[in-house]
Every structure is written in C-alpha cells, then in structure tokens.
C-alpha cells in the first residue's frame, strides 16, 4: 500500500486573521492527524512534539517550528507565537476534543477551525478535498 501524501502546513493571512492552514490530501491524512490529536490526549504533562520535520508532514519554511503538547491543568487550548515558531498546548480533554473536531473529515470533504480567533495568536485550520 502507498503511504498518504504528506498533511501540507502554510502559514498565511487568512479571513480571521493569523491562520496555520492543515491541508489534509487524503481522508487517511485527516485519521492520521486525528490519531494524532488522540494520541496527545493520552500522554503526560510536558509531552511535546514539533510537526516541522515530522514524517508525514510537510510544513512550509515560513514555520520554523510548530510544536503541539500537553499542558498540565484546564483553562482553555492555547496557540501562542514566539520567535522560534507556534506552540499550540492543550490538556488530554482539549486534545480529545481537537480530534473529534477532525474526525468527519476521515469521511468526507470539508474544513474545520480547531483554535479561536479571539485567544489566539493564530487560526489552525484543517481542510480535506477543498483545495
């Protein structure tokens, strides 16, 4: 079997603002990214993962570093901007929710937002089949 073309991350200005865009080629990127987020749910405190170099993704140069982990206590899924990158922490709740955010779209076409615009310092977007 071949593997899923690589899940393409670009960082632009989007309609909302700030926006890392999570173009997902295949609905197995889509299970593979929502795995992912189901995997962060389950992993302790200070788990930390840069996508940028990851197999299976692909993210443009203008992203130095995009980190997603797992924050110990509650208070809301947070994106922030620094120099080195993004860094986008969430608690094991947060990271189930992200992945049932995502997980239509292992079936059919479509885009989903996963951080608010209001609190953070960008949008992640995904999309499947739209581009």
Do not use: K
Not at 54 to 69: K, T
Not at 79 to 102: H, I, K, Q, R, Y
């Amino acid at each position: 079997m071949m593997p899923s073309p690589p899940i393409e991350g670009d960082f632009g200005e989007g309609a909302f603002g700030p926006t890392i865009l999570l173009r997902l080629p295949t609905h197995a990127a889509a299970a593979h990214l929502r795995e992912l987020f189901g995997w962060l749910a389950t992993q302790p405190s200070g788990t930390m993962l840069n996508l940028v170099g990851q197999p299976g993704f692909r993210i443009a140069a203008s992203i130095w570093s995009f980190r997603i982990g797992v924050r110990e206590g509650t208070g809301g899924q947070r994106l922030v901007s620094d120099p080195e990158g993004f860094t986008w922490l969430g608690d094991p709740e947060e990271w189930t929710t992200t992945a049932l955010l995502v997980d239509p779209l292992t079936r059919q076409p479509g885009h989903q937002y996963l951080t608010d615009e209001t609190l953070d310092d960008a949008i992640v977007e995904v999309s499947c089949g739209e581009y």
